[in-house]
C-alpha cells in the first residue's frame, strides 16, 4: 500500500523586496515569480506548487505589504491579504540584512490574532550581519510568538532544504490538486508578460517606475511549433514611451531579446516575439487591467 499523500497551503507574504519570489522559485525548483531588486514587482498574488516526498505544497507568492497610496496600491496589499486567507502556514519573509524597520513591525502587528500557524522565516542570511540574527529573532518573536523560526538564503539555498522538509511535515494529509509535472497555477499567457515585465524593471528600474504594464494580445502556437507572441507596454506618458523605446529602439529591442531568451528556456519552444508600446494614461484606473492582472477592483 502506497503512503499517503500530503497537501498544503503555505502563504508567503512579507515587505517588499523581502525575497519572497525568490523562495518561491527556490522552493518550486524553477522559475514560477520574476524577480528583480525593485520593490513590489510582485503585482497578484501567484501560486507555485512544491513537491517534497509524497507531499505538495503550494505557495502563494503575495505582492509586498506596503502603506497603499493609490488605488492600484490598495489591489496589490488586497491581494496580499487574500493569499493568506484559508492556508495552513503563514511564512513572514523578512530581510535579515535590512534589518527590522517600521514596515516588518506593522506586518507583524497585523498578524497578531490570525488563528493559522505563522512561521518567521528570516532571510539573506548570506548578507546579514550574523550578530544580528540572534537579536531580530528575539525581537520579531516578542511581538509575536511565532510557530517556527528559520534562518535561509533563498538565493544560496543556505538552509532551504531543512525548511522545504520542515514545510511538507506540516502539511495535512490529502489529495494532490495539481499534476506531478505542474509547477505553477499560472497560464504561460500570463507568464510570458511578467517575463517582459520583468525585463522593463531589470533594464530601466530607476527611469519608469510604476508607470507600466504589460498585455499579451495574442499568444499563438504556430504549426512548427513555436510560439508567436505579441505584447502591448503601456505606459502613462510620451516620455515614459521614449524611454522604453530608447536612442533608435535600441532599448526595446534589448528587452524583447532578453524577454525571448527567457520565455524560450521555460516554454521549451522557439519564440517570437513581437514588442509595441502604447501611451495609455490612468491605464492603473481601468477595470479590464485589473482583471488581466488577477488582481480585484477595489474602492
Not at 84 to 108: M, R
Not at 133 to 161: C, Q, R, Y
Not at 293 to 299: A, Q, R
Given at each position: 500500500?502506497?503512503?499517503?499523500?500530503?497537501?498544503?497551503?503555505?502563504?508567503?507574504?512579507?515587505?517588499?523586496?523581502?525575497?519572497?519570489?525568490?523562495?518561491?522559485?527556490?522552493?518550486?525548483?524553477?522559475?514560477?515569480?520574476?524577480?528583480?531588486?525593485?520593490?513590489?514587482?510582485?503585482?497578484?498574488?501567484?501560486?507555485?506548487?512544491?513537491?517534497e516526498g509524497d507531499t505538495q505544497i503550494l505557495l502563494v507568492d503575495t505582492p509586498g505589504i506596503f502603506?497603499?497610496?493609490?488605488?492600484?496600491?490598495?489591489?496589490?496589499?488586497?491581494?496580499?491579504?487574500?493569499?493568506?486567507?484559508?492556508?495552513?502556514?503563514?511564512?513572514?519573509?523578512?530581510?535579515?540584512?535590512?534589518?527590522?524597520?517600521?514596515?516588518?513591525?506593522?506586518?507583524?502587528?497585523?498578524?497578531?490574532?490570525?488563528?493559522?500557524?505563522?512561521?518567521?522565516?528570516?532571510?539573506?542570511?548570506?548578507?546579514?550581519?550574523?550578530?544580528?540574527?540572534?537579536?531580530?529573532?528575539?525581537?520579531?518573536?516578542?511581538?509575536?510568538?511565532?510557530?517556527?523560526?528559520?534562518?535561509?538564503?533563498?538565493?544560496?539555498?543556505?538552509?532551504?532544504?531543512?525548511?522545504?522538509?520542515?514545510l511538507a511535515k506540516a502539511m495535512p494529509e490529502g489529495p494532490w490538486h495539481y499534476p506531478e509535472d505542474?509547477?505553477?497555477?499560472?497560464?504561460?499567457?500570463?507568464?510570458?508578460?511578467?517575463?517582459?515585465?520583468?525585463?522593463?524593471?531589470?533594464?530601466?528600474?530607476?527611469?519608469?517606475?510604476?508607470?507600466?504594464?504589460?498585455?499579451?494580445?495574442?499568444?499563438?502556437?504556430?504549426?512548427?511549433?513555436?510560439?508567436?507572441?505579441?505584447?502591448?507596454?503601456?505606459?502613462?506618458?510620451?516620455?515614459?514611451?521614449?524611454?522604453?523605446?530608447?536612442?533608435?529602439?535600441?532599448?526595446?529591442?534589448?528587452?524583447?531579446?532578453?524577454?525571448?531568451?527567457?520565455?524560450?528556456?521555460?516554454?521549451?519552444?522557439?519564440?517570437?516575439?513581437?514588442?509595441?508600446?502604447?501611451?495609455?494614461?490612468?491605464?492603473?484606473?481601468?477595470?479590464?487591467?485589473?482583471?488581466?492582472?488577477?488582481?480585484?477592483?477595489?474602492d
Amino acid at each position: 500500500m502506497s503512503a499517503p499523500k500530503h497537501c498544503g497551503l503555505v502563504a508567503i507574504v512579507g515587505a517588499p523586496n523581502a525575497g519572497k519570489s525568490t523562495l518561491v522559485n527556490a522552493l518550486v525548483g524553477q522559475k514560477v515569480a520574476i524577480v528583480s531588486p525593485k520593490a513590489q514587482t510582485t503585482r497578484a498574488k501567484l501560486m507555485g506548487v512544491a513537491i517534497e516526498g509524497d507531499t505538495q505544497i503550494l505557495l502563494v507568492d503575495t505582492p509586498g505589504i506596503f502603506e497603499p497610496k493609490r488605488r492600484f496600491d490598495r489591489a496589490m496589499v488586497a491581494a496580499a491579504w487574500g493569499g493568506a486567507e484559508g492556508s495552513d502556514i503563514i511564512a513572514l519573509v523578512v530581510d535579515a540584512k535590512g534589518g527590522i524597520g517600521g514596515k516588518v513591525t506593522t506586518i507583524v502587528e497585523s498578524l497578531v490574532g490570525r488563528t493559522e500557524p505563522i512561521w518567521l522565516i528570516l532571510n539573506k542570511v548570506d548578507l546579514a550581519d550574523k550578530t544580528k540574527l540572534l537579536i531580530h529573532a528575539e525581537k520579531l518573536n516578542a511581538l509575536l510568538p511565532f510557530a517556527e523560526t528559520f534562518f535561509i538564503s533563498a538565493g544560496t539555498g543556505d538552509g532551504l532544504a531543512h525548511f522545504k522538509t520542515q514545510l511538507a511535515k506540516a502539511m495535512p494529509e490529502g489529495p494532490w490538486h495539481y499534476p506531478e509535472d505542474q509547477v505553477s497555477d499560472s497560464t504561460e499567457r500570463a507568464l510570458a508578460s511578467e517575463v517582459t515585465r520583468e525585463q522593463l524593471y531589470l533594464q530601466l528600474h530607476a527611469e519608469l517606475p510604476y508607470a507600466s504594464t504589460i498585455e499579451t494580445e495574442q499568444y499563438i502556437e504556430r504549426q512548427d511549433g513555436s510560439l508567436e507572441i505579441h505584447q502591448q507596454i503601456l505606459v502613462e506618458r510620451p516620455t515614459q514611451r521614449a524611454i522604453v523605446l530608447g536612442k533608435g529602439g535600441v532599448r526595446i529591442k534589448e528587452i524583447g531579446a532578453r524577454s525571448r531568451i527567457e520565455l524560450s528556456s521555460i516554454t521549451g519552444k522557439p519564440v517570437h516575439l513581437y514588442l509595441h508600446v502604447k501611451v495609455k494614461p490612468g491605464w492603473d484606473e481601468d477595470r479590464e487591467v485589473y482583471r488581466d492582472m488577477g488582481l480585484d477592483w477595489v474602492d
